[in-house]
T-cell receptor, first 114, second 115 residues
Framework: EADIYQTPRYLVIGTGKKITLECSQTMGHDKMYWYQQDPGMELHLIHYSYGVNSTEKGDLSSESTVSRIRTEHFPLTLESARPSHTSQYLC?????????????FGSGTRLTVV | AQKVTQAQTEISVVEKEDVTLDCVYETRDTTYYLFWYKQPPSGELVFLIRRNSFDEQNEISGRYSWNFQKSTSSFNFTITASQVVDSAVYFCALRYNNAGNMLTFGGGTRLMVKP
């Protein structure tokens, strides 16, 4: 049973459209993350948050933006989608302060921009 | 800086063969944690195991086993008697007690098990 939910699971959208990928977790985790996974498999951290009203950019520059108004919700927005944004987007969360814990991942959103 | 290297991009085996996925890591920290995740075709990442830097005991869970060797900075993963359902991408990851507690992933190894 998933404790972190991503919607939609699949999305095909036209160039120039604005989209929001949803991510919600029920575990009360303060830390949340967005990863972009290219077809070559590698995972790239694009955004993370340490808690409400905290957002940071990750290792890979991304044109997307995120917000963290509530602990359980960490949506990702693309203001104007382009074909280069086609990818899988994975959301994750983790226990605060403890490196011994891994991340819990959502099922991902496969985005295709045509 | 920390880094995780999975040199094997893709491995193909026939069902019932044993297969080992290699993972080499770099970190200056003395306290750190190593992880393996499985990503089946459905896309989600599934946690398999966590190992801390002070525990070098190997672990076995069913057909899965892990060999942690600090001397060579390796944390290899072996699947015994592989099955088609083992086909997936496997990620090794490293996390340490810095301010961010970030998880650093290797590039992944795609395992294909053929019937």
């Amino acid at each position: 049973e998933a404790d972190i939910y991503q919607t939609p699971r699949y999305l095909v959208i036209g160039t120039g459209k604005k989209i929001t990928l949803e991510c919600s977790q029920t575990m009360g985790h303060d830390k949340m993350y967005w990863y972009q996974q290219d077809p070559g498999m590698e995972l790239h951290l694009i955004h993370y948050s340490y808690g409400v009203n905290s957002t940071e950019k990750g290792d890979l520059s991304s044109e997307s933006t995120v917000s963290r108004i509530r602990t359980e919700h960490f949506p990702l927005t693309l203001e104007s989608a382009r074909p280069s944004h086609t990818s899988q987007y994975l959301c994750a969360s983790s226990e605060p302060g403890q490196a011994s814990y891994g991340y819990t991942f959502g099922s991902g959103t496969r985005l295709t921009v045509v | 800086a920390q880094k995780v290297t999975q040199a094997q991009t893709e491995i193909s085996v026939v069902e019932k063969e044993d297969v080992t996925l290699d993972c080499v890591y770099e970190t200056r920290d003395t306290t750190y944690y190593l992880f393996w995740y499985k990503q089946p075709p459905s896309g989600e990442l599934v946690f398999l195991i966590r190992r801390n830097s002070f525990d070098e005991q190997n672990e076995i869970s069913g057909r899965y086993s892990w060999n942690f060797q600090k001397s060579t900075s390796s944390f290899n993963f072996t699947i015994t008697a592989s099955q088609v359902v083992d086909s997936a991408v496997y990620f090794c990851a490293l996390r340490y007690n810095n301010a961010g507690n970030m998880l650093t992933f290797g590039g992944g190894t795609r395992l294909m098990v053929k019937p």
